[in-house]
């Protein structure tokens, strides 16, 4: 299972972003969908979740500010950024847990990552 993300780009405080990463490969299912990000020289931190049944959650820096959604039909997420702050520079990273079609076709449990997208937040 593949995720690419895209989205990512330079903005200035106050400013928007959309990311995407959609979800591809020999996938049985996907049932859980979230975005990390890392900023430089610091740890991974989950952003924000979403589950199968749209449930969400957001780490409280980000609470108000951006909105995690899914498409299950295409398997894909988005992560809609508004109110930019410069703290929210960093990697953003897909991550999308399910299974994928493994020898004879029996369904493997995965735990699959993107490669990141950069987001800048800069005057």
């Known amino acids: 299972v593949q995720l690419v993300e895209s989205g990512g780009g330079v903005v200035q405080p106050g400013g928007s972003l959309s990311l995407s990463c959609p979800a591809s490969?020999?996938?049985?299912?996907?049932?859980?969908m979230a975005w990390y990000r890392q900023p430089l020289g610091k740890g991974r931190e989950l952003v924000a979740e979403i589950t199968n049944d749209g449930t969400t959650n957001y780490v409280a820096s980000v609470k108000g500010r951006f909105t995690i959604s899914r498409d299950n039909a295409k398997n894909t997420v988005y992560l809609q950024m508004n109110s930019l702050k410069p703290e929210d520079t960093a990697v953003y990273y897909c991550n999308a847990r399910g299974h994928s079609y493994g020898d004879y076709d029996v369904p493997t449990p995965g735990d699959y990552w993107g490669e990141g997208t950069q987001v800048t937040v800069s005057s």
């Open positions: 490969g020999d996938i049985f299912d996907i049932n859980y």
